[in-house]
Protein backbone atom coordinates (compact mmCIF):
# COMPACT_ATOMS: atom_id res chain seq x y z
CA UNK A 1 0.00 0.00 0.00
CA UNK A 2 1.33 3.41 -1.06
CA UNK A 3 2.00 5.79 1.89
CA UNK A 4 0.07 9.33 0.68
CA UNK A 5 2.49 12.28 -0.01
CA UNK A 6 0.89 15.87 1.83
CA UNK A 7 1.16 18.33 -0.50
CA UNK A 8 0.33 22.28 1.44
CA UNK A 9 1.22 25.28 0.78
CA UNK A 10 3.57 25.11 3.24
CA UNK A 11 6.64 23.12 1.99
CA UNK A 12 8.67 22.90 5.62
CA UNK A 13 5.56 20.84 6.74
CA UNK A 14 5.29 19.08 3.64
CA UNK A 15 8.85 17.92 4.21
CA UNK A 16 8.62 17.41 7.90
CA UNK A 17 5.62 14.89 7.15
CA UNK A 18 6.99 13.15 4.11
CA UNK A 19 10.04 11.96 5.28
CA UNK A 20 8.77 10.99 8.81
CA UNK A 21 5.19 9.35 7.84
CA UNK A 22 6.57 6.47 5.97
CA UNK A 23 8.65 5.93 9.39
CA UNK A 24 5.59 6.28 11.68
CA UNK A 25 3.23 3.77 9.42
CA UNK A 26 5.71 0.89 8.84
CA UNK A 27 6.32 0.86 12.58
CA UNK A 28 2.91 1.05 13.74
CA UNK A 29 2.14 -1.83 11.50
CA UNK A 30 4.68 -3.84 12.74
CA UNK A 31 3.79 -3.10 16.42
CA UNK A 32 0.22 -4.35 15.49
CA UNK A 33 1.73 -7.35 13.95
CA UNK A 34 3.09 -8.46 17.25
CA UNK A 35 0.47 -7.55 19.17
CA UNK A 36 1.73 -4.54 20.89
CA UNK A 37 0.13 -1.31 22.25
CA UNK A 38 0.05 1.47 19.27
CA UNK A 39 -0.67 4.96 18.95
CA UNK A 40 -2.21 5.97 15.60
CA UNK A 41 0.51 7.01 12.88
CA UNK A 42 -1.93 10.85 12.82
CA UNK A 43 -1.27 11.24 16.76
CA UNK A 44 2.51 10.41 16.64
CA UNK A 45 3.17 12.61 13.69
CA UNK A 46 1.54 15.62 15.67
CA UNK A 47 3.36 14.72 18.55
CA UNK A 48 6.58 15.16 16.43
CA UNK A 49 5.46 18.19 14.78
CA UNK A 50 4.49 19.51 18.38
CA UNK A 51 7.72 18.48 20.13
CA UNK A 52 10.19 19.33 17.66
CA UNK A 53 8.52 23.05 16.02
CA UNK A 54 8.65 20.79 12.98
CA UNK A 55 12.33 20.13 12.53
CA UNK A 56 13.50 16.29 12.10
CA UNK A 57 17.03 18.13 13.13
CA UNK A 58 15.94 18.77 16.22
CA UNK A 59 17.97 17.50 19.28
CA UNK A 60 14.99 15.86 20.72
CA UNK A 61 11.64 14.82 18.34
CA UNK A 62 9.44 13.87 20.80
CA UNK A 63 10.37 15.51 23.98
CA UNK A 64 11.11 11.84 26.09
CA UNK A 65 12.48 12.74 29.28
CA UNK A 66 15.47 10.55 30.57
CA UNK A 67 19.26 10.91 30.42
CA UNK A 68 21.22 12.26 27.32
CA UNK A 69 20.92 16.19 26.49
CA UNK A 70 19.91 19.06 29.11
CA UNK A 71 17.72 21.25 27.54
CA UNK A 72 15.31 24.54 28.11
CA UNK A 73 12.05 23.49 27.66
CA UNK A 74 8.68 25.30 29.21
CA UNK A 75 6.42 23.56 31.70
CA UNK A 76 3.00 24.00 33.15
CA UNK A 77 2.89 24.14 37.15
CA UNK A 78 0.21 24.95 39.07
CA UNK A 79 -1.49 26.95 36.90
CA UNK A 80 1.40 28.63 35.10
CA UNK A 81 4.38 28.29 33.00
CA UNK A 82 7.72 28.23 34.23
CA UNK A 83 11.02 28.02 32.10
CA UNK A 84 13.42 25.49 33.23
CA UNK A 85 16.25 23.17 32.35
CA UNK A 86 15.48 18.87 31.84
CA UNK A 87 17.12 16.23 30.21
CA UNK A 88 15.67 14.71 27.41
CA UNK A 89 16.67 11.22 25.58
CA UNK A 90 18.84 12.10 22.27
CA UNK A 91 18.19 9.47 19.76
CA UNK A 92 20.97 8.38 17.23
CA UNK A 93 18.40 8.97 14.21
CA UNK A 94 14.52 9.70 13.24
CA UNK A 95 13.97 5.61 13.22
CA UNK A 96 15.13 4.99 16.48
CA UNK A 97 12.80 8.20 18.00
CA UNK A 98 10.32 6.72 16.53
CA UNK A 99 10.70 3.04 18.03
CA UNK A 100 11.45 5.00 21.34
CA UNK A 101 8.09 6.61 21.43
CA UNK A 102 6.59 3.34 20.43
CA UNK A 103 8.58 1.41 23.33
CA UNK A 104 7.50 4.28 25.68
CA UNK A 105 3.57 3.73 24.74
CA UNK A 106 4.07 -0.16 26.22
CA UNK A 107 4.29 1.32 29.58
CA UNK A 108 0.84 0.43 30.93
CA UNK A 109 0.58 4.26 32.41
CA UNK A 110 -0.42 4.62 28.42
CA UNK A 111 -2.86 2.51 28.18
CA UNK A 112 -6.31 4.55 28.01
CA UNK A 113 -4.40 6.30 25.39
CA UNK A 114 -3.03 3.23 23.43
CA UNK A 115 -6.62 1.71 23.98
CA UNK A 116 -8.35 4.77 22.54
CA UNK A 117 -10.61 3.75 19.13
CA UNK A 118 -10.10 7.86 17.79
CA UNK A 119 -7.78 9.82 17.76
CA UNK A 120 -9.44 13.21 19.66
CA UNK A 121 -9.76 10.25 22.58
CA UNK A 122 -6.17 9.43 21.80
CA UNK A 123 -5.13 12.65 22.47
CA UNK A 124 -6.95 13.77 25.83
CA UNK A 125 -5.68 10.76 27.27
CA UNK A 126 -2.18 10.75 26.32
CA UNK A 127 -2.50 14.64 28.65
CA UNK A 128 -4.35 12.84 30.92
CA UNK A 129 -1.51 10.68 31.58
CA UNK A 130 0.58 13.84 31.98
CA UNK A 131 2.58 13.28 28.46
CA UNK A 132 3.07 16.73 28.31
CA UNK A 133 1.86 19.50 31.13
CA UNK A 134 0.71 22.01 29.31
CA UNK A 135 -2.94 22.22 29.66
CA UNK A 136 -3.86 22.72 25.97
CA UNK A 137 -1.54 19.61 24.67
CA UNK A 138 -4.31 17.81 23.27
CA UNK A 139 -5.98 20.34 21.89
CA UNK A 140 -2.65 21.38 20.03
CA UNK A 141 -2.53 18.09 18.37
CA UNK A 142 -5.84 17.74 17.44
CA UNK A 143 -5.57 21.00 15.62
CA UNK A 144 -2.25 19.86 13.87
CA UNK A 145 -4.27 16.51 12.75
CA UNK A 146 -6.94 18.53 11.42
CA UNK A 147 -5.50 21.59 9.76
CA UNK A 148 -2.66 19.07 8.54
CA UNK A 149 -5.23 16.23 7.14
CA UNK A 150 -2.52 14.10 9.18
CA UNK A 151 -5.88 11.36 9.50
CA UNK A 152 -4.88 9.91 5.97
CA UNK A 153 -1.97 8.65 7.47
CA UNK A 154 -3.60 6.00 9.84
CA UNK A 155 -2.75 2.85 7.04
CA UNK A 156 -3.25 -0.59 8.10
CA UNK A 157 -1.79 -2.60 6.42
CA UNK A 158 -3.52 -6.12 4.95
CA UNK A 159 -2.75 -8.83 6.96
CA UNK A 160 -3.87 -10.93 4.33
CA UNK A 161 -1.00 -9.95 1.92
CA UNK A 162 1.70 -12.06 1.21
CA UNK A 163 4.68 -10.59 1.24
CA UNK A 164 6.69 -10.73 -2.62
CA UNK A 165 8.05 -13.99 -3.11
CA UNK A 166 11.42 -13.83 -4.54
CA UNK A 167 11.80 -16.43 -7.36
CA UNK A 168 16.00 -16.63 -6.98
CA UNK A 169 18.03 -17.91 -4.31
CA UNK A 170 18.79 -15.14 -1.70
CA UNK A 171 22.31 -15.71 -0.16
CA UNK A 172 22.06 -15.82 3.53
CA UNK A 173 24.34 -12.60 4.00
CA UNK A 174 21.59 -10.33 2.07
CA UNK A 175 18.39 -9.26 3.30
CA UNK A 176 15.59 -8.34 1.22
CA UNK A 177 13.38 -5.40 3.16
CA UNK A 178 9.94 -5.92 3.53
CA UNK A 179 6.94 -3.89 4.64
CA UNK A 180 7.18 -2.42 8.30
CA UNK A 181 10.94 -2.85 8.66
CA UNK A 182 13.56 -0.85 9.77
CA UNK A 183 17.40 -0.74 9.44
CA UNK A 184 17.71 -1.00 13.63
CA UNK A 185 15.35 -4.55 13.96
CA UNK A 186 16.75 -5.89 10.55
CA UNK A 187 19.88 -5.77 12.33
CA UNK A 188 19.31 -5.98 15.53
CA UNK A 189 17.55 -9.59 15.10
CA UNK A 190 19.79 -10.61 12.21
CA UNK A 191 23.16 -10.33 14.52
CA UNK A 192 21.04 -11.26 17.91
CA UNK A 193 22.32 -8.12 19.24
CA UNK A 194 21.27 -6.75 22.66
CA UNK A 195 20.47 -2.70 22.53
CA UNK A 196 24.04 -1.48 23.29
CA UNK A 197 25.57 -3.60 20.44
CA UNK A 198 22.51 -2.29 18.07
CA UNK A 199 23.76 1.35 16.98
CA UNK A 200 27.22 0.31 16.28
CA UNK A 201 26.48 -2.21 14.24
CA UNK A 202 23.84 -0.13 12.44
CA UNK A 203 26.21 2.39 11.54
CA UNK A 204 28.25 -0.04 9.87
CA UNK A 205 25.61 -1.77 8.30
CA UNK A 206 24.37 1.62 6.56
CA UNK A 207 27.95 2.34 5.72
CA UNK A 208 29.13 -0.79 4.04
CA UNK A 209 25.35 -0.73 1.79
CA UNK A 210 26.19 3.21 0.97
CA UNK A 211 23.12 4.10 2.37
CA UNK A 212 23.36 7.90 3.61
CA UNK A 213 20.97 7.95 6.14
CA UNK A 214 19.49 4.25 8.04
CA UNK A 215 16.42 5.96 8.81
CA UNK A 216 15.27 5.84 5.27
CA UNK A 217 15.29 2.57 3.30
CA UNK A 218 12.39 1.22 1.18
CA UNK A 219 10.21 -2.50 0.63
CA UNK A 220 12.49 -4.29 -1.93
CA UNK A 221 15.76 -3.39 -1.61
CA UNK A 222 18.81 -5.59 -1.21
CA UNK A 223 21.17 -5.13 2.34
CA UNK A 224 24.82 -6.83 2.31
CA UNK A 225 24.85 -7.47 6.20
Known amino acids: MNIPILDTANSKVNEFINELAPIVVNEYNRRLKKGEKVLFPSTVLAMAACESGWNLEAA???????DGVELNTQEYIDGAYFDIKDSFIKFPNTTLAVVGLYDLMQWNHYDLATSSNNYIDECNNLQAAGYATSPSYAETLINITND??????????????????NTDETPENVYIVKKGDNLWNIVKDFYNLDESETAEKVEEVARNNNIDNPALIYEGMEINL
Open 60 to 66: TLFGIKG
Open 148 to 165: FDLLQFNIRFDDNEEDTE
